[in-house]
């Protein structure tokens, strides 16, 4: 038996503003740990690890992201041990979901191949994995043979957040369903239309297509954005770990959704057949807080909690403490998420709202739309415990082997005071080792470099002072990830 050659693709470049203040735009919700010790882009690309069959026969995945977040894809990924390592396309600012498709079709289809594309977003969920696997690889063998697949899932409640698709007279069978239309994102009371009709399904956002198709779709449909792309990928540059579109070439690919782009034009065309396979796994695209309550675990009274919490006299309402004790009294339908720099407070009906929050922090200039207290960094990760008039204080976290880049500030000193692990430091001509309760001082201008060469994590606190301690008074003069500027 002749099997079907499958690419998982991966798209994880949203930003997940609505589940603030967890999510953050360099720390966007796909990589967060919502349940269990696995974040969502783990779990994605852990259930299409899972793919294999018989006749099926699964690559390794192809990961489109944001330019941003490379290292934390990479980081996450190498967490995974069924998951072998993936090719990870950089997209150098968003253009939405058709010209990232494109861009992991064009990998795809390199040298000639033509393997079945399995596209999903990073940042859903499912509870059943056994029935998400089987629907997929259903949605597989049909897409094998010439169709647009998409995966439907049965809605169980009137659900206005997503938008729907409309089945063909049918019952499932070995084909799936016929697409009669995709439709907009309903209000109630046509939710609830949809919901008695029962022939009404979730758009899930996941594509199953064959790469040639999908070219040709984009070709017929969208010939801009398909030109565009393209100009974009042949100015591709390659390095180790990531695959670069061209930067200019990518800027100017038209913004647009697969749906719009190409699906919601195919059921008019007789040219394409397009499938939909029922899914009923207990997804989520957990798109807000509200979404998150939904599939998580509860007590008696319909409380959700993850962290210290303790919650009385409540019910239906969710609780998510990351960093100290909260506690509840009272509450009625409400979602208290707490993080070190930012609390939420809001009406869980409402939790699709708090879009609004991030882009008032955006629009006055503070940084916590954007970065946690904890910023991570391709080398571990820095904690900016506290701060006030020319002084600022960091909890620093070094990886094995790491390092940070040779650099020198204009406008601080610092001081570094091991915490744990070995600490390899260049302080202008001269190279130390330093161990635990040992310390040493970096003077303003001094050149530096702070480096792990143990097989444990390196803590260091460091204080700083002077005039100005922005982050971007940093002169690099070599860097491991490409970021020195001279």
């Known amino acids: 038996m002749t099997s079907i050659p ?5 798209m994880a470049g949203g930003s997940g503003t609505r589940l603030w203040p ?31 069959a018989e006749d099926i026969a699964v690559s390794a995945p192809c990961v489109v992201g944001n330019e941003e977040h490379r290292f934390l894809v990479l980081d996450q990924l190498r967490e995974l041990e069924n998951v072998p390592e993936a090719t990870v396309v950089l997209e150098p600012m968003g253009r939405n979901t058709a010209p990232a498709m494109t861009l992991a079709a064009l990998q795809a289809a390199a040298g000639g191949a033509d393997p079945v594309l399995v596209v999903t977003p990073a940042d859903q969920t499912v509870t059943d994995e056994a029935a998400f696997t089987r629907a997929v690889q259903e949605a597989v063998r049909v897409a094998a043979r010439g169709s647009f697949v998409i995966l439907g899932v ?34 109630l009371a046509t939710a609830q239309r949809y919901l008695a009709d029962g022939g009404y399904y979730w758009n899930s956002g996941m594509f199953v297509v064959r790469a040639s198709l999908w070219l040709k779709a984009l070709e017929q449909f969208r010939p801009d954005i398909a030109a565009a792309t393209r100009a974009a990928w042949n100015k591709r540059s390659v390095d180790a770990s990531f695959v670069r579109p061209g930067r200019a070439e990518f800027a100017a690919i038209p913004s647009e959704s697969v749906d719009y782009a190409v699906m919601e034009k195919c059921p008019d065309s007789s040219a394409y057949d397009i499938r939909m396979v029922p899914l009923s796994a207990g997804w989520s695209d957990l798109g807000a807080w509200d979404a998150v309550w939904q599939v998580s675990d509860k007590d008696p009274a319909g409380n959700a909690c993850a962290g210290d919490t303790f919650v009385r006299d409540s019910r239906d309402t969710l609780v998510h403490s990351t960093s100290r004790l909260v506690g509840v009294v009272g509450l009625h339908d409400v979602v208290v998420v707490e993080t070190p720099d930012a609390v939420l407070v809001a009406d869980r009906s409402r939790s699709q709202e708090v879009k609004h929050i991030v882009a008032h922090l955006d629009g006055s200039g503070r940084s916590e739309h954007s970065l946690h207290r904890q910023v991570h960094r391709p080398w571990g990760w820095y904690d900016s415990i506290d701060s006030g008039a020319r002084f600022q204080v960091k909890r620093i976290m070094v990886k094995p082997g790491a390092s940070l880049s040779l650099q020198k500030h204009h406008h601080r000193a610092e001081h570094w005071i091991v915490v744990s692990g070995t600490a390899e ?23 530096h470099r702070l480096a792990n060469p143990g097989k444990v994590p390196l803590e260091i606190i460091e204080v700083q002072s002077g005039s100005y301690l922005g982050e971007d008074d940093i002169v690099r003069f070599e860097d491991t990830y490409g970021r020195a500027k001279n």
């Open 6 to 10: 499958v690419q998982p693709v991966i």
């Open 22 to 52: 967890l999510s953050r735009a360099q720390y966007p919700k796909q990589f967060l740990v919502l349940q269990g010790n696995r974040s969502l882009f783990q779990q994605a690309a852990s259930r299409l690890a899972g793919l294999n």
């Open 154 to 187: 049965t809605p169980d409640r009137a659900e206005t957040g997503f938008g729907y698709i409309r089945a063909a007279d049918g019952k499932p069978g070995i084909d799936a369903l016929g697409v009669a239309q995709f439709v907009e994102k309903p209000d």
């Open 425 to 447: 430091v260049t302080n202008g001509d001269q190279v130390i080792l330093l161990t635990e309760n040992q310390s040493t001082y970096i003077p303003l201008g001094q050149v």
